[in-house]
């Protein structure tokens, strides 16, 4: 193969796999645009892809340019090879053509991929904008459009089960009537945070329009959602929302419907709404969901509440303890404040203190921590970090009976709530926890990775509030690193111990 030929042919393909990196930018920027006609929201949008395919084409041109010279340099030098021309003057004359042609393209190509980044980035601004509604921060309805269909998808394809929740903000009207709309934002807000801050990382809330919200729940049954539904309509009855130094408060109620043979976005949205109406008509700040033929009220998926007198009083009438909080559900991120959780795991773990002290009843808080988690974030990102999360949560589910509670925390932690278990029935759980974890093998892209925990337990005393039995099990988890780490430690009330020494003397 002649000089000019090999050369030709290196600078070509180099030149066309940069201009197809141009071009596959410009193609994900088009396939990620909203779908559907052009509105005054994607313009912008629409804008800077415009901007990306001019690039792409001025790219193309300029690869055809300098294909067009490189062949015009391969003729001359098979030319000059076939003549009188000494072949050491032709190389050297033909390979700085190559050279200049060469460095020209690439200054057009530096340019190129500088522009690209920037439109690129403004293109992202703008199509994450058109998901998000503006006031709540929540995804919007063409977001939410989107993900249903993503995951009616993934019913057809696979049969994986979710559910709908629809919420709606009670008598919203006579509220922004009687307290202003500047106030009625807030609740809004409010109630985006409330949702964030209840649900899980996977779930999906958007902003369906008005004061009405919509929850995808992925990998949801009926009765697990209908628990979910029960846990926000609480968390949102519980909040306050602050507005010009006034206290506001709101109730919510809600329809559930799970996905079933045939449905399509029209038909599992039609038996939510359904169900959110039936929970209006039966007095609001309540939840129903719809089975396909009728609508039920979720006290018929809550465990029903159990008897247990107050000691002393012999009565009939005394106060009932409450069970609810249903299935082991891994919510969003515990705030650091306590104070500042109104809703959510803090909000359960208070009121089931408080049973616990008035009905002389057990309960256990076990504090469980992914064995050097920073690390593991450090070495392999944010996407396995998530991943892990995601695999110890589904481990704790595991693990758990139906009113526990799990909380994911930062750092590679997670809190969970053990009501009616006492100190060594929740010390064996995290022990079954932790072997299970240690005996599992993660695939991260080809790579086994084993992974250990740590944990600390603790049971509420008498005295007890939710910080005191907060520390006692920060600190058995502190002993548990001190002590080696993959291991759990208890809190007794006066000293911590490892679960090993505690259960060899049972």
């Given amino acids: 193969m002649a000089l ?39 313009d912008q949008a629409q804008h800077a892809l415009d901007k990306l395919r001019e690039l792409a084409s001025t790219m193309a041109a300029d690869v055809d340019e300098h294909a067009h010279r490189m062949q015009v340099i391969n003729d001359e030098l098979t030319e000059a090879q076939s003549g009188d021309e000494p072949g050491s003057a032709c190389v050297v004359n033909t390979v700085t053509d190559i050279i200049k042609a060469n460095e020209e393209l690439q200054a057009r190509l530096a340019t190129a991929e ?13 199509l994450a904008a058109s998901r998000t509604d503006a006031l709540t921060g929540a995804c919007n309805r063409r977001a939410f459009d989107d993900e249903l269909a993503r995951r009616l998808a993934e019913w057809t ?12 903000v ?47 729940l992925p990998v949801t049954n009926q009765k697990e959602a209908m628990i979910a539904g029960e846990r926000i309509r609480y968390a949102i009855e519980q909040a306050v929302f602050a507005h010009d130094g006034t206290e506001l408060r709101v109730t919510t109620s809600l329809g559930v419907a799970q996905v079933r043979s045939n449905d399509n976005a ?15 008509s039966a007095g609001r700040n309540c939840v129903h969901g719809h089975d396909g033929e009728a609508c039920r009220p979720a006290s018929e998926f809550l465990p029903q509440p159990v008897a247990s007198p107050v000691a002393g009083d012999n009565s009939e009438s005394a106060e009932p303890k409450i069970v609810v909080a249903g299935p082991a559900r891994v919510t969003a991120p515990v705030a650091s404040n306590p104070e500042e959780a109104e809703s959510g795991f803090h909000a359960d773990l208070r009121r089931r203190v408080v049973e616990a002290r008035k009905f002389h009843v057990p309960l256990s808080l076990m504090m469980i921590e992914i064995d050097k988690f920073s690390d593991l974030s450090d070495s392999f990102g944010v996407a396995v970090s998530d991943m892990v999360y995601d695999t110890l949560g589904d481990f704790i589910r595991l693990v758990m009976q139906e009113m526990d509670v799990a909380s994911r925390r930062g750092d590679g932690q997670f809190a969970v ?7 060594e029935s929740a010390v064996t759980v995290a022990e079954r926890l932790r072997a299970a974890v240690e005996n599992h093998t993660l695939q991260v892209k080809g790579t086994p990775l084993n992974l250990t925990l740590s944990a600390g337990v603790a049971e509420i005393h008498e005295n007890d509030d939710t910080t005191t ?38």
């Fill in 4 to 42: 000019g030929d090999l050369s030709v042919q290196i600078l070509l393909l180099d030149a066309l796999f940069a201009v197809a990196m141009l071009v596959l930018g410009a193609g994900a920027g088009w396939l990620l645009s909203p779908r559907g006609a052009r509105s005054a929201e994607n």
């Fill in 114 to 126: 500088v522009k690209l980044q920037r439109q690129e980035e403004e293109l992202q601004i703008h």
């Fill in 157 to 168: 394809r696979r049969h994986t089960v979710f559910s709908l929740v629809m919420l709606d």
């Fill in 170 to 216: 009670d008598y919203f009207k006579k509220f922004n009537d009687t307290h202003g709309h500047q106030a009625g934002d807030e609740v809004l807000k409010g109630v985006a945070r409330v949702l964030r801050d209840t649900m899980r990382e996977m779930d999906f809330v958007a902003r369906y329009g008005g004061e009405e919200f919509a929850c995808v």
């Fill in 266 to 280: 029209a038909e599992i949205i039609r038996r939510a709404d359904a169900a959110l109406y039936h929970s209006k």
């Fill in 417 to 423: 709530m053990l009501p009616g278990t006492d100190l």
């Fill in 469 to 506: 039995l907060t520390k006692r099990a920060s600190a058995a988890l502190f002993a548990s690193r001190n002590g080696g780490r993959n291991c759990t430690y208890l809190h007794d009330g006066e000293k911590c111990e490892s679960a090993t020494q505690a259960l060899a003397a049972c």
